[in-house]
């Protein structure tokens, strides 16, 4: 079935260092995916996507590119900052899933960014 | 922008007392779902209704039931809880039709059962 596989954290890093977040995922179909973040006390909101092979989603400096022959989706950022310290969340949608719209996640990473 | 709205934020239950969360969105989204957090587990889903009128299991579904109430309203009812159900809820909603798999949250509701 479909699922998700991303790094263990925590992550811990010093203000300004470049962070990777690995993600990989198993499905059938042509999934779409996604990084959510979560801050301290808050909901899931979206960060990034991307919907098929190659697209690179991007935003507030976050990076992650759809790669379909090594079925990953590497989160990147090239300059943190200690607004950045959350946890995130990798996910995919198969558009093929009997739950409509449902989201497949992975277990999440703690990020802590010290100034 | 109120988006999507849970109540309550914290409930403190005995084990076997019965609860309902709420929840309520304010964008016109047609599908609505409820999945519970818990450490290193990630998000799991509990149970979704794609449509008004209409509910569906996911995968951790014993031990809940699921009310959608109207297009905006979508309740969670634990009717004897358990210490295994001490989690922290959400509920998140999302426009059908379009799959890009967005979903909105709201903030949590964080239970705790004794």
């Known amino acids: 079935g479909d699922s998700v596989t991303q790094m263990e954290g925590p992550v811990t890093l010093s203000e300004e260092a470049f962070l990777t977040i690995n993600c990989t995922y198993t499905a059938t179909g042509y999934p779409s995916l996604f990084w959510y973040v979560q801050y301290p006390g808050e909901g899931l909101q979206l960060l990034l996507k991307?919907?098929?092979?190659?697209d690179k989603g991007s935003n507030k400096g976050f990076e992650a590119t759809y790669r379909k022959e090594t079925t990953s989706f590497h989160l990147e950022k090239g300059s943190v900052q200690v607004s950045d310290s959350a946890v995130y969340f990798c996910?995919?949608?198969?558009?093929?899933?009997?739950?409509?719209?449902?989201?497949?996640f992975g277990r999440g990473t703690q990020l802590t960014v010290w100034p | 922008n109120a988006g999507v709205t849970q109540t309550p934020k914290f409930q403190v239950l005995k084990t076997g007392q019965s609860m309902t969360l709420q929840c309520a969105q304010d964008?016109?989204?047609?599908?609505m779902y409820w999945y519970r957090q818990d450490p290193g587990m990630g998000l799991r889903l509990i149970y979704y209704s794609a449509s008004e009128g209409t509910t569906d299991k996911g995968e951790v579904p014993n031990g809940y039931n699921v009310s959608r109430l109207n297009k905006r309203e979508f309740s969670l009812r634990l009717e004897s809880a358990a210490p295994s159900q001490t989690s922290v809820y959400f509920c998140?909603?999302?426009?059908?039709?379009?799959?890009?798999?967005?979903?909105?949250f709201g903030e949590g509701s964080r239970l705790t059962v004794l």
């Open positions: 964008m016109n989204h047609n599908s």
């Open positions: 991307a919907t098929k092979a190659d």
């Open positions: 996910a995919l949608s198969d558009p093929r899933s009997s739950t409509l719209g449902r989201l497949y």
């Open positions: 998140a909603s999302r426009l059908a039709g379009a799959n890009t798999g967005e979903l909105f």
